[in-house]
């Protein structure tokens, strides 16, 4: 952290001028965090039931780089958790810059065991964090968080449907998550929208009408669930132990895609903070843009919960506590808070599996992320947006 | 756009579409608009040039921010076209609109912490390509915070700048657009006087440049002071447009906002002064009353005690001075007498049996003791002062039958006629 500081301080001074300094701030802190970011893989990746050495880890991590060189968009149907059918799916074909000679089983554990499941923590925390962010400034409301518009209940009832009636979907649970997710949040936008105009607060209140019905569909599904009811309960709170490189490559591009076009509107977002109707007079075309933000952050968040569950919080403390630390320009707030959001998530996951016995990462995060946001509401750090 | 254009140059450069040169910059034509199918407006015309400041004046609800949301684009008019520059706003995206008309709106609480720099900049948008760059921009939002003199906030957070100062910020914001016709909705609202006339003169300043604005505004005064013209909204359409002088009478100014106001000139700017009166005693203050005085204290007296349904007669009062002009708007035959001189007999005379027919007496302002005398002997006197002590009066007139003091708000002017009055009837009975 100290490293991004000073650079920006440096920078800052050496640029003067409002979006120059802005883009070098952005580029500061997201290196900063970057840095912490790493710091967190690698120290995850090292601790477990066998304990591994940093320079172990460091190697096994560098050699399960990928780079992919190619791009061929066949119909291909490979286990991808979160695509459709009907889509071609880029097919990537990687390679891997480095390969350092080291012990099989330590390479084994990190490349098979624990780097899966921290690259998926990474990109949910990363897609759960932007699309807080988003969700925050577009509502202008603090309580908001990605599943305000029922994308997590959506993704709950899809999952749960899935795992409680035994059904066999082309995607599996996750497929069903992903479509559950996306159903329920343009339902939501369909019925708080009238004559092309999609008030902010007729949103909010149909996500907490829409999430209260698929709730107690969710709750009737638990109880028809019988024996599957622990896998469904697991799913529910959130979990990465199931992660697979599969998971990551199906969510990593989602993530990025939609993390790409949320940072290109992070000006217009700025804009709308001061109301519709001022962003109208300074030329953003506000409904266009008020869908975009909503149809983007809602993809991102039903591909994080689609392979993970639904994981509370990351999105709603995350932007609150880097809005504290880099002040609420989103072109700063938003890559700022998807990194920490990815190395929170990390970080969470990690404490979850070293107990005693391995805990879904949904009930570590809301068990550190309450009391800790609890303080800085207390300490006023955080009174609103 | 590039670092040296200077604002004039991007005025010019905003087409003008072969509509000839001295076509008013916002020409609003036969415009109707409402919410959904209820019309707040209809038939609405107006234009504002090039150079022009334009009040919108009118009640509450009459319409004012509607016709300024139709102007900027947030609302589209259900019959009508809005010309700013010779295009239809409405026909353009709210990109190419923003970039004719900037918008100051009426609140302008930020809930985020921006800073003002940032704020600022925030005008640039119409400019900035989501991947592109503003060459513009540092340039723009350099002249906007030095106009309107809110450099010094620069880095400060929106969040902690007083009400006045935040309003300048916006104002900046809506300069850094670098937009011909600026469109202000209450600007000074929530301001103290002092920032009330510091924005109105910027905004003036600015129009004196080549700008085009319209401001709403409620405080009257304010609008007879620093606009060009007025607008009267009303009843879902245009009362009135006119210079200030023209525009604001009495008459109008009770038929517009159901109200009896004193309209009289400020005696300061000369500009049309108005101050409602009490709802109660609106066209109710049936009694004759006398008025000789001078000043603007005498002026206000008069305009208050004729709105207020008062028979009233005036003198003695200066010639030439704002009593005796306020008299004669009224439509009321002064007794007059040269200014610095002693009054002599015969008009004299005339304010005696004046004062003689009148229920009550009012004394208006410094007078001489000459005046004073005549009603010596009345039997219902008010004494209207400016609030500083009045030296010219005499000492000896605690024998007259009744006696009040007031001081030249016309509310309190026409409240004391009325109790004195009403005592002397409960006093004869």
Redesign the interface.
Known sequence: MGTGTETESTAASALP???RSTTVRAVAWSAGLGVVLVAVVLASAAIGPVSLSLSVVAKASLNAVAIPTGVSPTAATVGLGDASATLPVPDLSYTYPFAFQMDGTAETIVRRVRLPRIALGVVVGFALASAGTVMQGFF?NPMADPSIVGVSSGAAVGAVATIALGLSLPFGIQGAAFVGALVAAFAVYLVATEDGRTPVATLLLAGVAVQTFLGAVVSYLLLHAGESIEQALFWLMGRLHTATWTDVEATLPVATLCFVVLL??A??L??L???E??A???????ERTKRVLLAVSSVATAAAVAVAGVIGFVGLIIPHMLRLVV???HRVLLPTSAIAGGAFLVATDTLARVGPAELPVGIVTAALGAPFFLYLLVTREVH?? | MSDDTSPGETQASVGNDGDPPNAPLVDVRDVAVGYGDDPVLTGVSLAVERGEFVGLVGPNGAGKTTLLQAINGIITPSAGTVLVDGTDVHGLSSRAASRRVATVPQDTTVAFDFSVADIVEMGRTPYTGRFGRDTGADAAVERALERTETAQFRNRSVGSLSGGERQRVVLARALAQETPALVLDEPTASLDINHQARTLALVRDLTREGKAALAAIHDLDLAARFCDRLVVLAGGGVRAVGPPAEVLTGERVRATFDTAAAVVPSPVTGAATVTPLLDDSRGGLDRRVHVAGAGNAAARTVAALAAAGATVSVGVVPEGGLATSVAREHGLDPVVASPFEPVDAATEAAARDRFADADVAVIAGSVPPSVHALVRDHPVVVRVTDGTPDSGGPADGTDVNRRADATASPATVVETVERVAGEQVSADD
């Open positions: 001028g409002g979006v202008r290109a509107y000006r217009d700025n804009v903070l001061l109301g109707e001022d109208h007079t300074l030329g953003i075309e506000v002040g609420p320009d609103s947006l």
